[in-house]
């Protein structure tokens, strides 16, 4: 009752409804950075002057044609960026430390005057710094309860977040964990490494806890539950919700992971650290998503990636701004958008012969048919490559079925080769699991170990 009616409420203020047409949010945040973000200061006033009147389809075709932003602009010119309304909010981390107790209660729910920075990933393995205020930071985490409520967990029920130590602030979160708890039932559960004390250690606060929902990575959920099998730890009931974002979720592991929380609902969630949480997945097809439509607009951008604008940003607002990733984006009569077979980065693709991408969607197609005739071994996969010299596929087989070797490999050669004449050598390897440094993004395409992009917010700009 404490969590469900104060907490939230105490910290998180409710975003106001805005019925306001979609034309209207975007020329309101259009006016706002044009007089006061010195990035885009004076950007707009031809569009702001011309195109208010225009019909919808001729103001969205405009709009079409105002400036691209990039994670280079950022990386830049990132101070411009930033409202002068920050000039004067309080530093709550300190250039990284761990804010007290009293900090946070005082400028974090009193006053209210905070600011913080959190990192983008970083494709080059170099990440661009975005910062928040109260107000931004609050329209993050409305983005993410939205989600999660959307998986099924209501406010008040317990959840774990299971992520790794120094991204996205997990040590002042644990370090706060007996507060969180009380006031919003949010339990951070920090690791350095995933191995059999850090599954043990999640396991056992999910069960302590009651926890409803559990939050982490695709890759982390893989790994816990490939080492839930090997050490012989029951599957995990009662957990109803797993909420899972920020990389591409094979079918496979999907369903393997399904059989170590056989009562869990695991759905995907899109964002980005840019602007929370901007997606969720449609109905059970977990590689389509409706997109938050109250707090974003979405675009089709250059080489099938994503544009987005978020409406109500004020401390740092990003327009047009151009994620990295490939979908096909779909604008619905009655005004809601979603994104379609959303794969990932755009550069997460080996080349085939004839010059052809292919992308992860793809290896999922084929590994499905793959366990449709083999009865299932395959739980995980990866590919790593040379440019055209050398494509290495590597399979994880479920621990009950390691005599499939021969028979996985003879479909998958049967299956891929002719589509990679182009590779002097196509190497099939079969791992027990794969070693990742979870600081890092877990990519099943790459070039070379494929590690060079960090996981957004584990690194923390000082402020300047």
Sequence with gaps: MLRKFLGYNLALKPLKENKLPRKEKLLNILEYCNRNIPFYKGKYSFFLESACNLPEEDFYYAFSHLPITQKSDIKAKNSAFKSVTLDYKYDILKNGKTPSAKEVINHGIVKRDFFASISTGGSSGIPAFRWLDYDDANLFAQSFLKSFRINGWSPGEDFVVFYPLKSYFTGPYADQSKALRTFFGFTMVPFETVNKESV?????????????????????????A?????????????LPYINVSGEFLLDCSKSFIQEQFPDSDIQSTY?????????????????????????????????????????????????????EDTGKVVNHKDGSQSILNLEGKNTDYVTGAGGYMYYASFFNSVINEINKALNDPIIHFTLRHDGEKVMQLNFVLHPDKQDKKKTVKQAAQNALSSAFLNFETIEITFKKHFDHDYTRKFKIIGEGDGLSEVVGGYYQRKAS
């Design 226 to 238: 490939e080492i839930m099998k090997e050490e012989g730890i029951e599957p995990l009931e009662n």
């Design 271 to 323: 964002g980005a650290v840019e602007f929370g949480e901007i997606a969720h997945q449609k109905d059970l097809r977990s590689f389509d998503y409706d997109v938050f439509n109250d707090y974003v607009y979405v675009e089709q951008g250059p080489e099938n990636t994503i544009l987005v604008t978020s409406y109500y940003q004020r401390a740092f607002p990003i327009i047009r701004y151009r994620i």
């Design 200 to 224: 043990t250690k999640l396991l056992e606060t999910l069960k302590n806890t009651k926890a409803t929902l559990l939050v982490i990575f695709p890759c982390v959920l893989q790994r816990v």
